[in-house]
């Protein structure tokens, strides 16, 4: 199983290059923004699975962008700062940090809390392994082998794309998945026509999961951000 893709915010090149050099020397996969922006940029294209935070970013706080990732996902968040005040940690922790490490920090420190939200990611993805032949959602399953999908015991007639983005979603049960994203995974870019496709695609998907009014909602919208499968019982 691959490691964790990780997204490092970090302003401070020395200080970038060494978290870098870490992931590296430990197989972690990882990403680089030096600002607030580019943090949220990377975020909503690549979906990380943990982001580790400067909070003194040179355009925006970094809280701010803990807030932004904070309204659209719930992936992990380690904030690295040289802040050590409690009311620093309070803030951050308060907008949605998972964590907080002090600068200076070390390696085995930094290792150490990666190890500790792995664990977590790992427990969370527990209940629906993307790793598993078959995906069972409800009354929805997905023979990722056969390249099949059935509701209700029958097969649903998928175009290549529905099944894509079915298979997208089922891969990522309970996390919001942006347009961004979305649309990269599935045509490589991310045009306003790849978005405008991707409504429409995702609105004729819904009806085939969802048929009957009273039918459980497998599909969430999230307006204006994306779109997340449900867990249902």
Known sequence: MNKPLVL???????VRNLIVTTLKAHDYRYLTAE?????????????????????GLPDIEGTQVIENIRSWSNMPIIV???????????????????DYLTKPFSVEELLA?????QRRLLLLQASGD??????????????YAAGCAYLNGEELH???????LLCLLSHNVGKVLTHTYI??????????????????FMATLRKKLEPQKDSPQYIQTHIGVGYRMLRVD
């Open 158 to 164: 998928l175009t290549p794309i529905e099944y894509k």
């Open 8 to 14: 490092i915010v970090e302003d401070d090149r020395p």
């Open 113 to 117: 809390r990666l190890r500790v939200t």
């Open 35 to 55: 600002n607030g922006h580019g943090a949220i940029m990377e975020a909503t294209s690549h979906n990380p699975d943990i982001v580790l935070l400067d909070l």
């Open 130 to 143: 993307a790793d598993s032949p078959v995906f069972q959602n409800g009354k929805l399953k997905i023979d």
């Open 183 to 200: 649309t990269q995974q599935i045509w490589g870019s991310s045009w306003e026509n790849d978005i405008a496709s991707l409504r429409v």
């Open 80 to 98: 690295i700062s040289a802040r050590s005040e409690d009311k620093d940690k309070i803030t951050a922790l308060d907008a949605g940090a998972d």
